[in-house]
């Protein structure tokens, strides 16, 4: 079974540009999570989707990210301006169908984003 | 919100030693859920702890949730360095959707 997908595995650019990260869940997951985790840190939540629905955004800056899964499968990330504060390294994982949160999630291997 | 605190955030020990990391909430969780993440690599599910007192073991790993459902911990007997890694504890809150994890505890296994 293949595992979650996203790229780029790095991406390096100036503040104030923008930057998009694309996750690929695992085949017939419905829930599909976003995290960014700071160096030494824990994962932090940004969003989490149910499908193609917003469950829980609460720890999301709107004013400089969003993010979209629009068919429910893939989904995108965009973080636009990027201030120097994003620097660190944005998980995409998914689990096969709680929206409860209860179920194993399961991450990629990340996007590092470093912020000059 | 809820805040999920771990400690110790380092703990180096001599291959054969035990280790023990420890998960506090500030609210009363639902379940709770240990990761593992390598060096470079991403969080890898351990276990997910359910109910008040639970206890579960996984080879050298003692997983416990406390009484109250507010504390947790990992116990590994004799260490070995393939351990070597950095322990997330993940809790839920009740009624919440949203997984909060603590700061973690980073292994160091001394060969």
């Given at each position: 079974e293949a595992g979650v997908a996203q790229s780029p595995r790095y991406k390096i650019i100036e503040k104030r540009q923008s930057v998009a990260f694309w996750c690929n869940p695992i085949s017939g997951h419905a829930t599909l999570y976003w995290y960014q985790q700071i160096l030494?840190?824990?994962?932090?939540l940004l969003i989490q989707f149910q499908n193609n629905g917003v469950v829980d955004?609460?720890?999301l800056p709107k004013d400089r990210f969003?993010?979209?899964r629009l068919k429910g499968v893939d989904s995108?990330?965009?973080?636009?301006?990027?201030?120097l504060e994003d620097s660190a390294v944005y998980l995409c994982a998914s689990s096969l169908?709680?929206?409860s949160g209860t179920d194993t999630q399961?991450?990629?291997?990340?996007t590092r984003l470093t912020v000059l | 919100g809820q805040q999920v605190m771990q400690i110790p955030q380092y703990q180096h020990v001599q291959e054969g030693e035990d280790f023990t990391t420890y998960c506090n909430s500030s609210t009363t969780l639902s379940n709770i859920q240990?990761?593992?993440q390598r060096p470079g690599g991403h969080p890898v599910f351990l276990i997910q702890l359910v109910k008040s007192g639970e206890v579960k073991k996984q080879k050298r790993l003692t997983f416990q949730f406390g009484e109250a459902k507010k504390n947790s911990s990992l116990h590994i007997t004799a260490t070995q360095t393939t351990d070597v890694g950095t322990y997330f504890c993940a809790g839920q809150g009740a009624g919440s959707y949203q997984?909060?994890?603590?700061?973690?505890?980073k292994l160091s296994v001394i060969p």
């Open positions: 030494g840190q824990g994962p932090k955004d609460s720890q969003s993010a979209e995108t990330l965009k973080i636009q301006p990027a201030k169908d709680k929206a399961y991450f990629g291997p990340g | 240990w990761y593992k997984l909060t994890f603590g700061k973690g505890t």
